[in-house]
């Protein structure tokens, strides 16, 4: 438990630095804003379990060049393998840190925190995770990442996502 509060302590003392540090971007917030495309994998627990298959959309707004907000809306294939639920299965509002040390690298980790609301559970969670994404041009990347999550009812689980990522 102390390890994961020095964990987090060090996180939210990082992105502050980086807040602190940066100044505000000369464009408009409408011309800085990413689009992706999502693919995810939850599994329903640390030990197996069952698995589900998603897909999504992804849209951030960058504070500056290495901290932005993100909301992300996801689809899960369901228990019979069919895409027969409802449209947005899960809502999520996180934050990503970019671990980069400077703004022009092309390859990077981030790290990531957020909540998120499971429609057809009514549950909520709070998850962390991590990921490497790679800059192809100025405007198109992608990325991978693993984030655990746990949900106010108690349970756990872990959701990988992979990711093409258009910014304007």
């Known amino acids: 438990m102390k390890k994961s509060l020095l964990y987090i302590g060090c996180a939210l003392v990082y992105c502050t630095l980086v807040v602190l540090g940066c100044q505000a971007s000369e464009k408009p917030w409408y011309q800085t804003v990413t689009l992706s495309t999502v693919g995810a ?3 329903a ?8 298959w998603g897909a999504g959309v992804d849209v951030g707004l960058p504070i500056n060049p290495f901290v932005s907000i993100h909301v992300r809306n996801l689809s899960y294939e369901g228990n019979n393998g069919s895409w027969d639920g409802s449209v947005v299965d899960e809502t999520t509002v996180y934050g990503k840190a970019n671990f980069a040390p400077f703004k ?25 995770g991590v990921g490497v994404e790679y800059k192809f041009t100025k405007n198109i990347s992608a990325s991978v990442g693993r984030e655990v999550r746990a949900y106010f009812k108690g349970t756990k689980d872990w959701l990988s996502t992979a990711s093409v990522n258009f910014s304007f």
Do not use: C, I
Not at 45 to 52: K, L, Q
Not at 104 to 128: A, C, I, M, P, Q
């Open 41 to 43: 994998y939850k599994q």
């Open 104 to 128: 022009g690298d092309k390859f990077y980790l981030y790290g990531t925190g957020g909540g998120s609301r499971h429609w057809g559970e009514e549950d909520w969670s709070f998850g962390v």
């Open 45 to 52: 627990s640390f030990t197996g379990g069952p698995s589900e």
